[in-house]
C-alpha cells in the first residue's frame, strides 16, 4: 500500500523560504511519477510542481524560478525547495504519487492518483 507522509510546512513571511519534505512507503518509488499539489481555502486543487524517475521536472507558471522539485531516491523522499514566498502561495500542500505522469501539455491530473498524502500547511504572511 502505498503511503506518502510530508513535512516541513510552517508560517513564514513574505520572501522567505520552506522546504516541504514527502516520505513515501510501500511501493517501488521510482517506478512512479511524483508532485506537489496545492489547495487554497475556497479553491480547487492545482498541480504546483512534478518530476519524473529521470529527474525530469514540470512547473506551475507561478511557481517557476521559485520554487525546486527534487528527490532522493535511495532515501524514497521527495522534495519542494520553495523561495521568494509570497502570500499567494498560501495553501495545504500535498504530495501525490501515480504511475501515469502528473501534467500533459500543460495541463495537471488532478483527479484519480494513485496515492495523496495528508498534506503540510504553507502561511506566508505580508
Known amino acids: 500500500q502505498v503511503q506518502l507522509v510530508e513535512s516541513g510546512g510552517g508560517s513564514v513571511q513574505a520572501g522567505g523560504s520552506l522546504r516541504l519534505s514527502c516520505a513515501a512507503s510501500?511501493?517501488?518509488?521510482?517506478?512512479?511519477?511524483m508532485g506537489w499539489f496545492r489547495q487554497a481555502p475556497g479553491k480547487e486543487r492545482e498541480g504546483v510542481a512534478a518530476i519524473d524517475s529521470g529527474g525530469s521536472t514540470n512547473y506551475a507558471d507561478s511557481v517557476k524560478g521559485r520554487f525546486t522539485i527534487s528527490q532522493d531516491n535511495a532515501k524514497n523522499t521527495l522534495y519542494l525547495q520553495m523561495n521568494s514566498l509570497k502570500p499567494e502561495d498560501t495553501a495545504m500542500y500535498y504530495c501525490?504519487?501515480?504511475?501515469?505522469?502528473?501534467?500533459?501539455?500543460?495541463?495537471?491530473?488532478?483527479?484519480?492518483?494513485?496515492?495523496w498524502g495528508q498534506g503540510t500547511l504553507v502561511t506566508v504572511s505580508s
Open positions: 501525490a504519487a501515480d504511475r501515469y505522469p502528473l501534467q500533459y501539455d500543460g495541463s495537471w491530473r488532478v483527479n484519480a492518483l494513485d496515492a
Open positions: 510501500g511501493y517501488t518509488y521510482s517506478s512512479y511519477f
